[in-house]
Nanobody, 110 residues
Framework: VQLVESGGGLVQAGGSLRLSCAVSRSIFSIIPMGWYRQAPGKQRELVAGMPTIYAEFVKGRFTISRVNAKNTVYLQMNSLKPEDTAVYYC?????????WGQGTQVTVSS
């Protein structure tokens, strides 16, 4: 299973980005999927996942969704803050293994 993230970039505080995670196989039967992030000098932390769960620091701002027909998971990020700056990683749990993408950089300027 291969995962490829896209959609990261540089955005001003208050702006929005939508991250995409394209999966190399059908995700119809893959239930645990989601997004983590890792800022410089910090541990990787959960941002949002399915079954639906959100970190407290993104509730009301970020939305996770999936389109099974496109084998893609999305993370819509609104009202971005400088502290959201990090590399964002997509994951998918399949047959007992957690698979990761290579990450996409999100930088929020103040």
């Amino acid at each position: 299973v291969q995962l490829v993230e896209s959609g990261g970039g540089l955005v001003q505080a208050g702006g929005s980005l939508r991250l995409s995670c394209a999966v190399s196989r059908s995700i119809f039967s893959i239930i645990p999927m989601g997004w983590y992030r890792q800022a410089p000098g910090k541990q990787r932390e959960l941002v949002a996942g399915m079954p639906t769960i959100y970190a407290e620091f993104v509730k009301g701002r970020f939305t996770i969704s999936r389109v099974n027909a496109k084998n893609t998971v999305y993370l819509q990020m609104n009202s971005l803050k400088p502290e959201d700056t990090a590399v964002y990683y997509c994951y998918a749990d399949f047959r007992g293994d957690r698979h990761w993408g290579q990450g996409t950089q999100v930088t929020v300027s103040s």
